[in-house]
């Protein structure tokens, strides 16, 4: 059963930038590759939204409201993904999903929070 871990969150200031890392276990890298793999948000109060994701075939697609300021990009050979963000803002923030999808099946992690605030 693959486990999906998120880590690099916290608290940074309005400009800032952070580096999120998922983590998936339980898995061989010759099946890693094949899945889609995205982040997803969800602020208080509000329904989880797609962030960014990246496909098997390593094609991406962000939320409007994310583009131009974070990147998705996955490294196979160590099972993980990577959610750089830059410039972020107040409204970025909210707990931080990572998600596997393989045909139809879903997994997600925990989530790990994410604070913008002076």
């Known amino acids: 059963q693959v486990q999906l871990v998120e880590s690099g969150g916290g608290l940074v200031q309005p400009g800032g930038s952070l580096r999120l890392s998922c983590a998936a276990s339980?898995?061989?890298?010759?099946?890693?590759?094949?899945?889609?793999l995205a982040w997803y948000r969800q602020a208080p109060g509000k329904q989880r939204e797609l962030v960014a994701r990246?496909?098997?075939?390593?094609?991406?697609n962000y939320a409007d409201s994310v583009k131009g300021r974070f990147t998705i990009s996955r490294d196979n050979a160590k099972n993980m993904v990577y959610l750089q963000m830059n410039s972020l803002k107040p409204d970025d923030t909210a707990v931080y999903y990572c998600q596997r999808k393989w045909g139809s099946a879903v997994a997600w992690g925990q989530g790990t929070q994410v604070t913008v605030s002076s």
């Open positions: 339980g898995v061989s890298g010759g099946i890693f590759r094949l899945y889609d």
């Open positions: 990246i496909n098997s075939g390593d094609s991406t």
